[in-house]
């Protein structure tokens, strides 16, 4: 069976929105191997969902930049629930566009969480042993169940309090990312 590479928000969002190169290239390496069989790429519907709510995050705070807002406007007018649905529905077809090329015309794997009771277990354990927020706590017990091989992420915190549960990768840090370049995709 092929390993199964499992990607967090952070990179979807690197890739998504061309903010990181060396992270972009990574995955551009990955959709490759992807595409040939060599790995399987996952995901978690839980991320799908925060990288749709990232996205409109995104396209809003552009908006305020383009208004010439501060920062600090541009975080109060996101508390106007009507003000950020009209720029958000702008953006929708847009947002919509690109997680669905993604994920969908990637054949990206997204796992949810089997409806086992031992997955509660999991989830009291991640929450409470690793310090997890619940929507971190979700993303990795979703990993584990579907016996992700490797952990891609940006979250330094969330790589670092799993590192006994998952191989993670922050590849936001130079000698993360360097490492997964020669440990995993040298070896795949």
């Known amino acids: 069976m092929a390993q199964i590479v499992f990607i967090d928000t ?26 040939n069989g060599r790995v399987v790429l996952a995901t978690s519907v839980f991320n ?11 396209h809003f705070g552009g908006w305020g930049l383009t208004q010439k807002m501060s920062f600090d406007e541009i975080s109060r007018m996101r508390r106007d ?3 950020f649905a009209e720029v958000s529905g702008r953006n929708k077809s847009r947002v919509q566009k690109n997680v669905d ?18 997955q509660y277990e999991q989830l009291y354990n991640l929450i409470y042993r690793y310090q997890l927020q619940s929507q971190d706590a979700l993303i990795v017990a979703a990993a584990l169940a579907n016996k992700a091989t490797y952990f891609l992420s940006n979250d330094l915190e969330l790589v670092r309090k799993t590192r006994d549960v998952l191989d993670g990768y922050n590849l936001r840090d130079e000698g993360s990312l360097d490492a997964f370049r020669r440990t995993v995709l040298q070896a795949i």
């Open 10 to 35: 952070g990179v979807i969002l690197d890739y998504l929105e061309n903010r990181n190169a060396a992270v972009k290239s990574i995955l551009e390496q990955l959709l490759y191997l992807h595409k």
């Open 48 to 58: 799908i969902a925060e990288t749709i709510d990232k996205e409109f995050d995104i």
């Open 81 to 83: 629930r009507r003000l």
């Open 101 to 118: 090329r993604f994920a969908s015309q990637n054949e990206i794997t997204v796992f949810s969480l089997p409806p086992e009771a031992q």
